[in-house]
């Protein structure tokens, strides 16, 4: 009797679903079970127990797959097929490959990429001939970032997380961990950003980790506190994948470093594999995903550049430092009671020169870097200058 286990969009949906439930925060096995349950009397039609999970390959690398046969199974052949992505993994796709070991080894190339591996067991004992499930292999790097970190008029500091060389732009899974001492924070918090399109989302969510407390060493939890410092963030879709807009940008962390603190470093690291599936995709695609943090009062976040001026005559100059993301600079002028934009530069701009013939005067002016799509008006008074024009 002859059994198959294809590959499973499902399987991809409730390993999502199960990272939607903010529990104790379990890492996903580099190996699972190819049953949730199987009954005494149809027990042994089945041979596989286990097979290592879906991979990225880095292209011109290896990877090896593992199956694990049940208990029962003590006389086994095996044999590993390989299918190339977009045939849809009929039955006349597969071809034989590599080893008749319970291991298959291989090397990623460009006609291995996307492409789906199984192991054909059969138990030769008594004939049964059962499929592991369906794993893909994928070359596809990514990386997600935390970029500029600008104050905001609260107090808070705005910290884009951006997902760069995505696939079509798009993305089903993505979990990552941020980590921030916490004797010297707040508030911390998130949001999406409006231009990323969510798919069909069944989880997004923004929480403190938790860590489980058995007090007694019964082996069973009592409680679950929250852990300093440690905050998820997750994504997943079921059959329509979420996508970043033009910006790469999937949404904000909003950090609030406690008073007096001038430098608060921010890390963001893997928690669970980002990958992307969905009804336009093949298998369970698995991204090389790395991951950078930031610092806020370091060089990767602003209050606004320093400006310095040279007055000659009616005509004055002004030149300011350089703020890391910064596209544009706007010179502002305090007028009326109001700050009115007078002249924009360009991000590689440090300098601007006024018209001649400007009139005698006090002129109070600041100028504004444009980060992330947005101008930096924050602590635009506590760095204004005073340029003053004589008669």
Known sequence: MEFKKVVSKGAAVVAAMAMMMPVVGVVSPAVSNADNAIVASAAQEWNVRSITEDQYVKSGASFTFKVECREWV?????????????????????????????????????????????????NKDNGVVDYSPVRTIWSVAAAAKLGTATKQSNGSYKIPVTLSGLQDNSIGIFYPEFDIDSSKVDNVSFEFDSNFSEGDNIGMGFYQQNKPIDSDNDGKTDKVEKVPGQYLLQFATMF??????????????????????????????????AA??????????????????????????????????????KQFRLKWTAVNGATAYAVALYQNGAWRCKAQVSGSTLQYTSPKGVKSGKYQISIVPKVNGEWVTSGIKGRSITVTIKS
């Open 74 to 122: 003590t006389n086994a052949s095996y044999e590993w097929q390989i299918c190339t992505y977009g045939k849809g993994m009929a039955d006349s796709a597969w071809q034989k490959v590599g080893s008749d070991k319970d291991t298959f080894t291989g090397s990623m190339s460009t006609s291995y990429n996307g492409a789906h591996i199984r192991c054909k067991v059969t």
């Open 240 to 273: 329509t994948p979420g996508k970043v807009g033009s910006n790469k940008t999937i949404g904000y962390l909003y950090v609030t470093p406690k008073s007096g603190v001038t430098t608060l470093k921010v890390d963001m690291k893997e928690y669970n594999s």
């Open 276 to 313: 992307l599936y969905g009804d336009s995709y093949e298998g369970n695609l698995v991204y090389g995903m790395t991951y950078s943090g930031t610092t806020i009062g370091g060089s990767s976040s602003t209050d606004g550049p320093v400006c310095k001026a040279e007055v000659q005559g």
